[in-house]
T-cell receptor
């Protein structure tokens, strides 16, 4: 168990408001990812991080920003939420020991509804 | 662009049946993952494969790198196996995974 928690688990907000989702791990895994899951689509990568202050964009990064100031926390921010960002968001970590990618471990998911 | 196709999209079977779920992809990969997601639930990693075959309990995963194809088998299926099974592939030198849209499996008692 990689000890990964997401917060909040559920959130309802209004269009135009900022939202921050938090992913917290209890171990020191370098690689962390934010995905969104929508009906009819596979999981899609929003942003990922390969270390403190090292982040990169995924395939659906528009409208999202991330920060990683500590190894254990990876924050996903919607600066101005839109209805198209209604989704379930999953954080994941790569449990690699070195350079070779390893098993994935996912958080429980955060369900965001933007009205 | 890597395309990941899973088949079937939906599968309903009787308890005890042997189940096969397929995953095909279009580019060379360094690893393939099989994931399980129960209704309303989180996502659990079942296998990570780069070649050959792996077995864990009643689950078996195989991969054929030359044919760009993987299968997930479930022997002696049980209602608790009802879930969405997701295939994901990682291209060489790429941190980004490409996910299939999943196979929804329902096992009827």
């Amino acid at each position: 168990d990689a000890g990964i928690t997401q917060s909040p688990r559920h959130k309802v907000t209004e269009t135009g408001t900022p939202v921050t989702l938090r992913c917290h791990q209890t171990e020191n895994h370098r690689y962390m990812y934010w995905y969104r899951q929508d009906p009819g689509h596979g999981l899609r990568l929003i942003h990922y991080s390969y270390g403190v202050k090292d982040t990169d964009k995924g395939e659906v990064s528009d409208g999202y920003s991330v920060s990683r100031s500590k190894t254990e926390d990876f924050l996903l921010t919607l600066e101005s939420a839109t209805s198209s960002q209604t989704s379930v968001y999953f954080c994941a970590i790569d449990m690699r020991g070195g350079a070779i990618p390893g098993e994935l471990f996912f958080g429980e998911g955060s369900r965001l509804t933007v009205l | 662009k890597n395309e990941v196709e899973q088949s079937p999209q939906n599968l309903t079977a009787q308890e005890g049946e042997f189940i096969t779920i397929n995953c095909s992809y279009s580019v060379g990969i360094s690893a393939l993952h099989w994931l399980q997601q129960h209704p309303g639930g989180g996502i659990v990693s079942l296998f990570m494969l780069s070649s050959g075959k792996k077995k864990h309990g009643r689950l078996i995963a195989t991969i054929n790198i030359q044919e760009k194809h993987s299968s997930l088998h479930i022997t002696a299926s049980h209602p608790r196996d009802s879930a969405v099974y997701i295939c994901a592939v990682r291209e060489f030198g790429n941190e980004k995974l490409t996910f299939g849209t999943g196979t929804r499996l329902t096992i009827i008692p």
